[in-house]
T-cell receptor
Framework: DSGVTQTPKHLITATGQRVTLRCSPR?????VYWYQQSLDQGLQFLIQ???????AKGNILERFSAQQFPDLHSELNLSSLELGDSALYFC????????????FGSGTQLSVL | GENVEQHPSTLSVQEGDSAVIKCTYS??????FPWYKQELGKRPQLIID?????GEKKDQRIAVTLNKTAKHFSLHITETQPEDSAVYFC??????????FGPGTRLSVLP
């Protein structure tokens, strides 16, 4: 167990809908990262937050948004869902600062039908 | 931004042989290079990492080497075992930002 908690584990929804994925980082970690992993694909970096502020942005679609709350948990919002958004979404956390070791959650498997 | 390439995409070795996976990065400012192992249906897990001020690091059967001048780093697994079969990802980061992963290498260790 990495200490990073993601909910829900599975999500099935329809095209055009909106969903929210939730991540609780390891205790003491200030940085949260979101990644998308499509079937048999690599880890595509979406966005990073550090202590509530956006720190880096990857290939995140405009339909997607995220935020990190004062208690450091993070939410990834996916709207106007398309079939191609079906993927495994991972959250990872790190202490931040000079300690960059990423610890991944178990992921949320999103299926858009 | 940072771009990480990884080769080969698939690798099959006999049990007991060595496996080598190579990555190149584009941003000379990157200073942290971890390797992750992802078993089927599971989360990526950190197996070893190296910082830009170190040329080589070893942990039992795995080692990582870094060539800053050429901007490439490699993972070496010796005496491979069936449980080493997984997808391996390299990554590059600059101070924890722009944490970019390579496309992955699927390693199969044949008994």
């Amino acid at each position: 167990d990495s200490g990073v908690t993601q909910t829900p584990k599975h999500l099935i929804t329809a095209t055009g809908q909106r969903v929210t994925l939730r991540c609780s980082p390891r205790s003491g970690d200030l940085s949260v990262y979101w990644y998308q992993q499509s079937l048999d694909q690599g880890l595509q970096f979406l966005i990073q937050y550090y202590n509530g502020e956006e720190r880096a942005k990857g290939n995140i679609l405009e339909r997607f948004s995220a935020q990190q709350f004062p208690d450091l948990h993070s939410e990834l919002n996916l709207s106007s869902l398309e079939l191609g958004d079906s993927a495994l979404y991972f959250c990872a956390s790190s202490e931040g600062g000079n300690n960059e070791k990423l610890f991944f959650g178990s992921g949320t498997q999103l299926s858009v039908l | 931004g940072e771009n990480v390439e990884q080769h080969p995409s698939t690798l099959s070795v006999q049990e007991g042989d060595s496996a080598v996976i190579k990555c190149t990065y584009s941003d000379s400012a990157s200073n942290y290079f971890p390797w992750y192992k992802q078993e089927l249906g599971k989360r990526p897990q950190l197996i070893i990492d190296i910082r830009s001020n170190v040329g080589e690091k070893k942990d039992q059967r795995i080692a990582v080497t870094l060539n800053k001048t050429a901007k490439h780093f490699s993972l070496h697994i010796t005496e491979t075992q069936p449980e080493d079969s997984a997808v391996y990802f390299c990554a590059a980061s600059m101070g924890g930002q722009n944490f970019v992963f390579g496309p992955g290498t699927r390693l199969s260790v044949l008994p």
